[in-house]
């Protein structure tokens, strides 16, 4: 029972780099959410999709785009990787009632130089 | 807008010691959910329990209990004799409903707990 996959574990990038962070979950949920976990700050959500093809901003959207061409995907993308961009990321899933929980993947830890 | 605040930053006790992870919520909605997850050294974040706005019922679940009191907007967890798998970050959350329908989520910025053997 896999849930939540994310991929790549770990990545180093150079300044002006770009890459995509994939995530894919086997539950069938609607809903999909990209948090960044910074020391001190908690979670904060960057983007999230309430469904296939549709994507939204969240609180710190700036310097990522998303897409999400199928239910089970939500690719998140950095097209000119800065320092502030190192973090955890974490990508989760939930059903589409609010009152539900979130499934979490195990994160992506983002090295900027 | 909403609030979740961990005032505790870091709590260490001794193994078998009990603890209690504070949580306080700020809402307008009258219908909210709250959460509490665990982040073990592993990383990944375990969801540990859901409460709604409006059942205050406390809730044991073996060594874990919560107290919700919405009258002072706190959503406490209480770790009875403690063990060293317990040591993680925790996390609260508020779950209201944003624009369009999706399920806003905001987190407190989590207590780390040591329990030293």
């Known amino acids: 029972n896999a849930g939540v996959t994310q991929t790549p574990k770990f990545r180093v990038l150079k300044t002006g780099q770009s890459m995509t962070l994939l995530c894919a979950q086997d539950?069938?949920?609607?809903?999909m959410y990209w948090y960044r976990q910074d020391p001190g700050m908690g979670l904060r959500l960057i983007h999230y999709?309430?469904?296939?093809?549709?994507?939204a901003k969240g609180e710190v959207p700036d310097g990522y785009n998303v897409s999400r061409l199928k239910k089970q995907n939500f690719l998140l993308g950095l097209e000119s990787a800065a320092p502030s961009q190192t973090s955890v990321y974490f990508c989760?899933?939930?059903?589409?009632?609010?009152?539900?929980?979130?499934?979490f993947g195990q994160g992506t830890r983002l090295t900027v130089v | 807008a909403q609030k979740v605040t961990q005032a505790q930053t870091e709590i260490s006790v001794v193994e078998k010691e009990d603890v209690t992870l504070d949580c306080v919520y700020e809402?307008?909605?009258?219908?909210?959910?709250l959460f509490w997850y665990k982040q073990p050294p592993s990383g990944e974040l375990v969801f540990l329990i859901r409460?709604?706005?409006?059942?205050?019922q406390n809730e044991i679940s073996g060594r874990y209990s919560w107290n919700f009191q919405k009258s002072t907007s706190s959503f406490n967890f209480t770790i009875t004799a403690s063990q060293v798998v317990d040591s993680a970050v925790y996390f609260c959350?508020?779950?209201?409903?944003?624009?369009?329908?999706?399920?806003?989520?905001?987190f407190g910025t989590g207590t780390k707990l040591q329990v030293i053997p």
């Open positions: 539950m069938n949920h609607e809903y």
């Open positions: 809402t307008r909605d009258t219908t909210y959910y």
């Open positions: 409460r709604n706005s409006f059942d205050e």
């Open positions: 989760a899933s939930s059903s589409s009632a609010r009152n539900t929980e979130a499934f």
């Open positions: 999709s309430v469904g296939e093809g549709t994507t």
């Open positions: 959350a508020l779950s209201e409903a944003g624009s369009g329908g999706y399920q806003k989520v905001t």
